[in-house]
C-alpha cells in the first residue's frame, strides 16, 4: 500500500539545517509508520482483516473491469486451541508469526495473505482462476501438514470471484 503524501518542501527559511524540515520529516515518517501498522498484523507481519476488506473491494472492482479472476483462499489452523492449552500461548504466537512467514515466502508478491483473526488467515489471489488456487491450496496443504508433531496442521477452504452473476 503506496503512501499519500506530498513531495517533500524545501526549508521555508532557505537553511540546510532546517528544523522545520526536519520536523517535517520526522512527522512524515511517524505517519509513514502509522499507516503500516493500521493495516498490519502485528504478531504476523500479514496484512489485517482492515487491509483484507479494502484489498478485496480492490480486487472485486479490477475483475469486474478486466474479467480476470480473484481466487480467495481460507486457511485456518487445525485444533489451535490445543496448541496454545498443551505447549501455552507464547508458543502458540511463535507458530503463528512463523506461518506468517511461510505465507509471505510461498506466495506471489502480487498475492495478498491476510490474518483474518484468532487462526483463520485469507489469501487474496489476483488473476487468479480456481483450478490455479487449488493448486496452491493443496501444495500449502501438504508443506504445512507435514511438519510432524507438535506442529500445526491446517485446513483450507477455496473460492473464485469471476464478477458474473450466477
Given at each position: 500500500m503506496q503512501s499519500m503524501l506530498p513531495p517533500l518542501p524545501e526549508c521555508p527559511a532557505g537553511r540546510e539545517d532546517c528544523p522545520v524540515l526536519a520536523e517535517v520529516?520526522?512527522?512524515?515518517?511517524?505517519?509513514?509508520?502509522?499507516?503500516?501498522?493500521?493495516?498490519?498484523d502485528?504478531?504476523?507481519?500479514?496484512y489485517n482483516r482492515r487491509a483484507l476488506l479494502k484489498?478485496?473491494?480492490?480486487?472485486?472492482?479490477?475483475?469486474?473491469?478486466?474479467?480476470?479472476?480473484t481466487s480467495l483462499v481460507m486457511l485456518d489452523l487445525d485444533h489451535f486451541k490445543q496448541i496454545n492449552d498443551i505447549y501455552g500461548h507464547e508458543y502458540g504466537d511463535e507458530v503463528?508469526?512463523?506461518?506468517?512467514?511461510?505465507?509471505?515466502?510461498?506466495?506471489?508478491?502480487?498475492?495478498?495473505?491476510?490474518?483474518?483473526?484468532?487462526?483463520?488467515?485469507?489469501?487474496?489471489?489476483?488473476?487468479?482462476?480456481?483450478?490455479?488456487?487449488?493448486?496452491?491450496?493443496?501444495?500449502?496443504?501438504?508443506?504445512?501438514?507435514?511438519?510432524?508433531?507438535?506442529?500445526?496442521?491446517a485446513s483450507f477452504g477455496v473460492t473464485a470471484y469471476t464478477g458474473k452473476e450466477e
Open positions: 520529516l520526522h512527522l512524515r515518517e511517524e505517519c509513514r509508520r502509522l499507516q503500516e501498522l493500521s493495516h498490519t502485528p504478531l504476523t507481519g500479514l484489498a478485496l473491494e480492490h480486487e472485486m472492482e479490477r475483475t469486474r473491469r478486466t474479467g480476470l479472476p503463528l508469526r512463523r506461518l506468517g512467514k511461510f505465507l509471505k515466502k510461498n506466495m506471489r508478491k502480487l498475492d495478498i495473505p491476510c490474518r483474518y483473526g484468532g487462526e483463520e488467515f485469507v489469501l487474496v489471489l489476483p488473476g487468479t482462476r480456481l483450478p490455479q488456487a487449488v493448486r496452491l491450496a493443496e501444495r500449502l496443504r501438504q508443506a504445512l501438514n507435514s511438519g510432524g508433531p507438535g506442529q500445526p496442521t
